[in-house]
T-cell receptor, first 112, second 112 residues
Framework: RKEVEQDPGPFNVPEGATVAFNCTYS??????FFWYRQDCRKEPKLLMS???SGNEDGRFTAQLNRASQYISLLIRDSKLSDSATYLC?????????????FGAGTILRVKS | NAGVTQTPKFQVLKTGQSMTLQCAQD?????MSWYRQDPGMGLRLIHY???????DQGEVPNGYNVSRSTTEDFPLRLLSAAPSQTSVYFC???????????FGDGTRLSIL
């Protein structure tokens, strides 16, 4: 089983739609979680951290479910500019501390 | 603000050649890491370091060496380049292994 799994999509949605992505992780000892956004052939950029209580940043809402070991990202009122690949990131404990592991990403295409 | 600087941005090698991809950060981050990203795939962790003198293998370490003699620099060495190592390589850093990462612009490497 992969350490971090995401539905690759693509999710094709019209402008203004609400879309949600899930990401599952296998190690219950993981402590930190993030969503990144990656545009074609560019470096990934931090979208938001995911906190236990859930958090919101404008049109974006992230949730964490430790019991089921998944995190989610909800995008409301989708814009054309939201088209990108969304990467789920999870920390995994190691003997040296933590390392960060990325999911393979979910492709979102917002169409007019 | 330089952030994370990767050099070179592009490189073409012949099979069997060796080379070093450079990564430097000026944010005094302890955690640094190298990823490779192949078409249609997510970022796969090659090696990471939690501080000067401490490195560990990631998911795909074979064919690559790293060292971390200073906090600022984390070079990635290809010992004998193979066509399977054609990829985009990203270096990233964070204050701790549990924190959000800052990425360099990437190195696009082709091996013929």
């Amino acid at each position: 089983r992969k350490e971090v799994e995401q539905d690759p999509g693509p999710f094709n949605v019209p402008e203004g739609a609400t879309v949600a992505f899930n990401c599952t992780y296998s190690n219950s000892a993981s402590q930190s979680f993030f969503w990144y956004r990656q545009d074609c052939r560019k470096e990934p950029k931090l979208l938001m951290s995911v906190y236990s209580s859930g958090n919101e940043d404008g049109r974006f809402t992230a949730q964490l479910n430790r019991a089921s070991q998944y995190i989610s990202l909800l995008i409301r009122d989708s814009k054309l500019s939201d088209s990108a690949t969304y990467l789920c990131v999870v920390t995994l404990p190691t003997e040296y501390g933590n390392k960060l592991v990325f999911g393979a990403g979910t492709i979102l295409r917002v169409k007019s | 603000n330089a952030g994370v600087t990767q050099t070179p941005k592009f490189q073409v090698l012949k099979t069997g050649q060796s080379m070093t991809l450079q990564c430097a950060q000026d944010m005094n981050h302890e955690y640094m890491s190298w990823y490779r990203q192949d078409p249609g795939m997510g970022l796969r962790l090659i090696h990471y370091s939690v501080g000067a003198g401490i490195t560990d293998q990631g998911e795909v370490p074979n064919g690559y060496n790293v060292s971390r003699s200073t906090t600022e620099d984390f070079p990635l060495r290809l010992l004998s380049a193979a066509p399977s190592q054609t990829s985009v390589y990203f270096c990233a850093s964070s204050y701790l292994g549990s924190g959000p990462q800052h990425f360099g612009d990437g190195t696009r490497l082709s091996i013929l």
